[in-house]
């Protein structure tokens, strides 16, 4: 049972552009909600993270915007370039400290390809 | 800094054989996990650590063991290789709290035939 549905599985856009990734929970104890980005051959790396008590998160040109009534979460890359091509994904895990000790739900990934 | 660091980092082996990954971090995190990776289906936890001496099943855990003997390793045995267990192992640490945050070694690329 997938608790993290992700999508789109690809997204292909043009340098300069808007790449928007989907992600929608079913667990409503979930209360950390990460997304990490992967390049060819190496681990996933933490790129940003929020909690539901606020509504958006920005660094930089990645922001996070979270819907908590609609158990979604979004990541947003603005001016995306083609370092940006990698995979992303969504991932969201309940307190630290009690049952779940950090263990992460991740989504089904997406491959971003930014064409210069 | 070497951070997390996963050994080997390729593997072929024949149905039926057995093997260990080994993991190692540097970061003194209580928390330790395995992962596996396949596509279309993000990561999927094995098993996981929250401290030395102590593991507990995830997601995934068949056909798979591990340990944890000292802190800074934590092992993933397969007894008996299935074609099934193909994909690439990721194994991940953090603290116990503060940020939550995982770090992730660069993976180890299993096929079985």
């Known amino acids: 049972q997938q608790q993290v549905k992700q999508s789109p599985q690809s997204l292909i856009v043009q340098k300069g552009g808007i790449s928007i990734i989907n992600c929608a929970y079913e667990?409503?104890?979930?209360?950390?909600f990460p997304w990490y980005q992967q390049f060819p051959g190496k681990g996933p790396a933490l790129l940003i993270a929020?909690?539901?008590?606020?509504s958006e998160k920005k660094e930089g040109r990645f922001t996070i915007s979270f819907n908590k009534s609609a158990k979604q979460f979004s990541l947003h890359i603005m001016d995306s370039q083609p370092g940006d091509s990698a995979t992303y994904f969504c991932a969201a895990s309940m307190k630290a400290g009690g049952t779940s000790y950090g263990k992460l739900t991740f989504g089904q990934g997406t491959i971003l390809t930014v064409h210069p | 800094n070497a951070g997390v660091t996963q050994t080997p980092k390729f593997r072929v082996l024949k149905t039926g054989q057995s093997m260990t990954l080994l993991c190692a971090q540097d970061?003194?995190?209580?928390?330790m996990y395995w992962y596996r990776q396949d596509p279309g289906m993000g990561l999927r936890l094995i098993h996981y650590?929250?401290?030395?001496?102590?593991?507990a099943k995830g997601e995934v855990p068949d056909g798979y063991n591990v340990s944890r003997l000292k802190k800074q390793n934590f092992l993933l045995g397969l007894e008996s290789a299935a074609p099934s267990q193909t994909s690439v192992y990721f194994c991940?640490?953090?603290?116990?709290?503060?940020?939550?945050?995982?770090?992730f070694g660069q993976g180890t690329r299993l096929t079985v035939v």
């Open positions: 929020i909690r539901p008590d606020v």
């Open positions: 650590s929250v401290g030395e001496g102590t593991t």
């Open positions: 970061m003194n995190h209580e928390y």
């Open positions: 667990n409503t104890a979930f209360d950390y």
């Open positions: 991940a640490s953090s603290y116990q709290g503060g940020t939550r945050e995982a770090f």
